[in-house]
């Protein structure tokens, strides 16, 4: 199996798919998963002439286990780790859950040298906890420690008491099996690291970081996340970076995006994307499907990401594939 090496020897697992000449897609999975549940995108991704590199978050899937380095500082050097080695440049990024902290993290520290654009997916973003005078909204420390010792007490509860729509979203069909392989992927991930990277991006206050953005950036979440409400991640985050996009629900569909300005334009001109379709998470233990439309025809037409590169081509990002 192939392997990088991190900077403190850890091997971390990857897939590189496609060709190394194609525009290339970092894929960063999320939370307690690991890069399998990017296995309903890969094969659209490399139809349509990408690259597509996946990896397993250290203490994930099949890289090694250290006794440490999970908080997001290391994890977002490991991920630098992957694009080094594989000399990765001018890549979408595209981190779910966890993922998209990672990707914010990795771009505060080591720059948009290797990144030409950045899709943030139903984030673990900008700040989940609750600060009196800038968000009151936020959760209480309680609240997550009540989870870390729900995780503790019994990890198999803990992901049995949540339904298989929690997951997927009550308007989609998916086999046992799939539901199952998905669980199985939390239980199978030591707790000790479940405990480390929940306390990670829970404690994470990445404002400034957005803030700081020059990337073309989309941001994706359905109304319907039970994991992360959207108006305290993923609405949050597109409002901190200047110029960027905001797929939502249905309310959203005809509020005019912001176009591309100043050294995010410049940043766009380097995306030459049609991207594929079936880019959003399929296999996640977030519910962020579920949204208040009738069938996936309406939510893959609700969002539309127009890239305007040069090229002025379109994308759709859509569930068909599911």
């Known amino acids: 199996m192939p392997f990088v090496t991190a900077e403190d020897g850890t091997p ?31 094969p659209d991704l490399t139809a349509a002439g990408f690259r597509c590199v996946t990896y397993d978050r250290r203490g994930h899937g099949r890289s090694d286990r250290p006794g440490s380095g999970y908080d997001l500082d290391t994890l977002a050097d490991d991920l630098a780790a992957v694009l080094d080695c594989l000399d990765v440049s001018d890549a979408l990024l595209v981190g779910h859950s966890m993922g998209a902290a990672e990707i914010i993290r990795y771009l505060t520290r080591h720059g948009t040298s290797r990144a030409a654009g950045v899709v943030l997916s139903a984030p673990m973003a900008p700040f989940l906890c609750c600060a009196p005078r800038t968000t009151p909204a936020g959760l209480r420390s309680p609240r ?21 729509s929690d997951y997927f979203g009550a308007s989609l069909e998916v086999s046992p099996a799939l539901a199952d392989w998905t669980r199985r992927q939390i239980v199978d991930t030591p707790l000790q690291i479940l405990l480390e990277t929940q306390r990670a991006f829970t404690r ?12 073309p950036t989309l941001v994706i979440q359905g109304s319907a996340d039970r994991s992360a409400a959207i108006e305290l991640t993923g609405e949050r985050a597109a409002a901190l970076v200047p110029g960027s996009r905001f797929g939502g629900d249905e309310r959203r ?70």
Not at 304 to 319: G, T
């Open 12 to 42: 971390i697992f990857f897939c590189d798919w496609g060709s190394a000449a194609a525009p290339p897609v970092v894929l960063v999975h999320a939370w307690a998963l690991n890069s399998d549940m990017w296995s309903a995108q890969v």
């Open 144 to 164: 997550f420690e009540s989870a870390r010792q729900a995780m503790r007490d019994d990890i198999g509860a803990f992901v049995d008491a949540a339904p298989w």
């Open 204 to 215: 994470a206050d990445l404002r400034q970081e957005l803030a700081q953005f020059t990337l």
């Open 253 to 322: 569909r005809s509020r005019p995006l912001r176009k591309w300005s100043g050294p995010v334009r410049q940043r766009a001109d380097r995306i030459r994307p049609r991207l594929p379709t079936a880019l959003a998470p399929a296999v996640h233990p977030l519910p962020f499907q579920e949204t208040p439309f009738s069938s996936r025809t309406q939510y893959r037409d609700a969002v539309i990401v127009k890239c305007q590169c040069a090229r002025r081509e379109s994308a759709v990002l859509d569930r068909r594939a599911l």
